[in-house]
Structure formats: C-alpha cells, structure tokens
Nanobody, 120 residues
C-alpha cells in the first residue's frame, strides 16, 4: 500500500527555519519524481520543489530559490524540504507528491499535508 506521510510543519517567526519530512512506504522514492507543493487559503496548489527519480535536475519555484532545499534520503525512503529565511508568504499547507514524472502529479500519490505558518 502506497503511503506518504508529511511531518515537520508548525508555527515559526519570519526569518526562521523548518524542515519538512515526507516518509514514503509501498514504493521507493528513487523510482518516482518527488515533489513538494503548497496551498495557501484561497489559492491554487503550487509546485515548490521537485527532485526527479533519475537524471534531470532539481527545480524550485522562483519564490523559494535560494531559501528552500529539497533532498532525498534513499536509505530512509524519505524526502525533505529544508526551508530557511521563511516569510509570511510561505504560510500554506505543504503536500508531498510522488509521480512517475512531475508533469503527471495530478494522478500521483499525495500525502495528507502539513501546515506551515510564518507569523510574528
């Protein structure tokens, strides 16, 4: 059974950091393009970062470049999103996604989401 479980969200002050985790089961994270999306209230879900299964390059949304880092621990079958220099605009529910390629994210697997709130 495929499952993605996110954790690590919370309340942080502007300028602070958080590390989100996405623990996968039922498949190997090396076999899928693993992505982080986020959705703020009243907004559409947007792609934040993606790490491809093989080859390719890691990509980030322009709004998070230089502040967020996506990584993968194959031994733990887990994907991370290190978020630094957080801004109030980063407040959203963050979701982990697994798909054969990121373009197929709509039909991929989703986690339940983890809330990130950046506020003073």
């Amino acid at each position: 059974q495929v499952q993605l479980v996110e954790s690590g969200g919370g309340l942080v002050h502007p300028g602070g950091s958080l590390r989100l985790s996405c623990a996968a089961s039922g498949f190997a994270v090396t076999s899928y393009a693993m992505s982080w999306f986020r959705q703020a209230p009243g907004s559409e879900r947007e792609l934040v970062a993606v790490i491809p299964s093989v080859g390719g390059s890691i990509n980030y949304a322009d709004s998070v470049k230089g502040r967020f880092t996506i990584s993968r621990d194959n031994a733990k079958n887990t994907v991370y999103l290190q978020m630094n220099s957080l801004e109030p605009e980063d407040t959203a529910v963050y979701y982990c996604n697994a798909a054969p390629i990121v373009a197929l994210y709509r039909t991929g697997y989703w986690g339940q989401g983890t809330q990130v709130t950046v506020s003073s």
